[in-house]
């Protein structure tokens, strides 16, 4: 499902739909078909709605990723549910599984399948502990993993579990009976109380592993985090031209990377073709930068995600943040975890970005200013709720 149009992500999601943020330099929606073939699906049926073609372009026929990519269009906003009942027609076989096009995983989910084929339920939800299920459906279940309660978003009072449903789904065709054609209906709100009002079976899977929604730009880099974990071994692809400095891997470089003297780059890390690391720049772990980008003298970047084509400052110093293609950050800028930065911001020298900040596309940020709050542009919309 990669109908929505990623709204808590924004900025990052005016240029790209949310499928294709990139993790670790590629699309996320890349990682997530290449888990699926690694498992063994390798029929992939895509719903679209808010900026299709770049998803298209992102996965073209499948063979790249040893799948057959159907793509099935919504012209309305039809929910979760009612998306699925849209590409009814490649569906109706046998058993299929669902999963968010945003979602990033390191869970088994061909023993979830094959767990739903093994029960007698019409639907298997997939159900992972968390923290805070406040902002997801939440289930309760019993020693048979038979759903008993299922409660979406529920309000302090109204935890009677921390079982969130990951919003993955295994499904017999025989919900295409219970979804109406055309309709805006969802999995959680509708379509799984009706289900059980009905007296149906829903079952519960309990995910072991990494499971994220990307649902905020918290999640968004914890996500990254844990695909720069699976980085291995330093690779680098093409020309690495390096003179007095140090990579302490594992790292991914990509062709004609070019890093000073006395930098240091500890792993993990992954850095884009062409980007140009100048003196005394130190890139600790976790980060990933883009193709083209310019890191210049002294700056400092740690556990952040630096899009492509980006200029990083003199003396500046990135923490825990994410920053946009084709900005522009000053000399001497300190940028506070937890900030976003859109594309094609100007932050001028001397600038400070507090915590939990973000940047509108093309702001551009006063010499010396001290940010505090959100910095909008009107030209965008300025909505940051919703799917």
Known sequence: MCGGEGTRLRPLTFGRPKPCIPIVNKPSIQHLVSHLANLGFNDVVIT?????????????????????VTYVHEKTKLGTAGSVKNAQKYLEEQPFLVVGGDHVVG?????????????????????????????????????????????????????????????????????FDHIPTGEKFDFARNLFPELMEKGYSLKGWLARGNWSDVGSPRSLREAERWKLQDIGFTNI???????????????????CVSIAANSRVIGPVSIGAGTIIEENVIIGPYTSIGEGCIIKNSAKIFSSSIYNR????RDSTVSGSIIDNDTLIGSGCNIEHDTVIGPHV?????????????????????????????????DYDTRTEGS
């Open 48 to 68: 679209l709605g808010y900026m299709s073609e770049s998803i298209e372009a992102a996965l073209g026929d499948g063979s790249l990723f040893g799948v057959n």
């Open 107 to 175: 869970l088994n989910l061909l023993e979830f399948y094959r767990e739903h084929l093994g029960n007698d339920s019409i639907t298997t939800i997939g159900l992972i502990s968390i923290d805070d299920p406040t902002e997801y459906g939440i289930a309760e279940i019993d020693a048979n993993y038979q759903i008993k309660r299922f409660k979406e978003k529920p309000s302090p009072g109204e935890i009677f579990s921390n079982l969130a449903s990951t919003g993955m789904y295994v499904c017999d065709p025989e919900i």
């Open 237 to 255: 692809s093409g020309d690495l031209y390096i003179k007095g400095a140090r990579i302490l891997g594992p790292a991914q470089v990509g062709s």
């Open 310 to 313: 980006v200029v990083i400052g």
């Open 346 to 378: 100007v932050m001028k020298s001397g600038v400070v970005i507090h915590s939990g900040t973000r940047l509108w596309p093309e702001v551009i940020i006063p010499e010396g200013t001290v940010v505090k709050e959100h910095v909008l542009n009107e």
